[in-house]
């Protein structure tokens, strides 16, 4: 387990100043983040990838195909605690495309638990799974985006000071993901919203935080907004969140016409769950404002 840090207080003033930013990523990274499967899942696996598996064996690998395409699959379905039951057995494999599936699927339990010591451990586990991930293979996309998620989660169970300490360490590794993954639209939706919400810090607010810590964060909207449109040029619509952040980040910059244009196709985006009803009532609610 990873050594746990000393709490760290502020004043109600410098939370609320902090928090303005620290609020806007854990809902970001809180959005659904999707990850299509590699293929349709099996009925049912006749012989699962073993441990004692030699690597040069053509039927393992094909047993470990079908066994990440269940996976995949029952991802796709949201049944997460069907995932851990298929995977947990093989975390001593240290398979890194086992190691992120089951990272990912902590994370998502972690978001269905209702007692927070228990999503608290959830997190914890998937953070350890996803560091040993990352020291079998630092080359991976997945492993470095999940790293970055599970990081911000984690912080939130750390103290202000943590977060910002980390926040910079967080978008090194979606940077990374995306420089190793270009067509991943998630990675890019979230890189855009990180440098969103730090810019977004009120002044007087950037201005407390620059009283505590030396070097806080810094981004801009022109930033944010390549990422947002990186994202919808690699998978267009793929994300009614995304059409928002177009919409709010080009009303930033002062041009209106494009803003109406996300705002609007986010209004319209065929809701599928309360996420894309979020994004379509707030870009509705903006438009109304206008």
């Known amino acids: 387990m990873f050594s746990r840090f000393m709490k760290f207080t502020v004043s109600r003033i410098q939370q609320r100043a902090l928090g303005y930013v620290f609020n806007g990523l854990r809902r970001s990274f809180g959005e659904k983040l999707r990850q299509k499967s590699i293929g349709p899942a ?3 696996i006749a012989a699962l990838w073993g441990i ?26 949201e049944e997460y605690h069907e995932i851990y039951k298929l995977l947990k057995g093989y975390k001593e494999n240290r398979d890194v495309e086992i190691l992120w599936r089951l990272s990912r699927t902590l994370y998502k339990m972690s978001k269905l638990e209702k007692k927070e010591s228990e999503a608290k451990k959830l997190i914890y586990e998937a953070y350890d799974l996803i560091n040993l991930a990352l020291e079998i293979k630092e080359d991976h996309w997945a492993v470095h985006k999940w790293v970055a998620i599970l990081l911000n989660d984690k912080t939130n169970y750390e103290g202000t000071k943590i977060k910002i300490k980390e926040l910079n360490n967080i978008k090194q590794h979606m940077l990374r993901a995306s420089e190793l993954n270009p067509k991943d639209a998630t990675t890019l ?22 009283t505590i810590f030396s070097e806080p964060p810094t981004s801009t909207f022109e930033e944010a907004l390549q990422y947002f449109e990186k994202a ?18 080009y009303l930033k910059l002062n041009k209106k016409e494009d803003a109406m244009k996300y705002l609007k196709l ?25």
């Open 52 to 77: 004692n598996k030699k690597k040069d064996d053509d039927k393992s690998l094909t047993n470990k195909e079908l066994l990440l395409a269940k996976a995949d699959a029952l991802f796709d379905q």
């Open 232 to 249: 919808e040029h690699v998978d267009p619509n793929f994300y009614g969140h995304n059409l928002l952040m177009l919409g709010k980040t």
């Open 189 to 210: 939706y979230l890189l855009g919203n990180w440098c969103y919400q730090v810019t977004d810090l009120p002044w007087f607010q950037r201005k407390i935080v620059s």
């Open 266 to 290: 986010a209004s319209e985006y065929p809701a599928k769950n309360d996420d894309d009803q979020e994004a379509k009532q707030e870009a509705q609610k903006i438009l109304n404002n206008l």
């Open 42 to 44: 099996p009925i049912y």
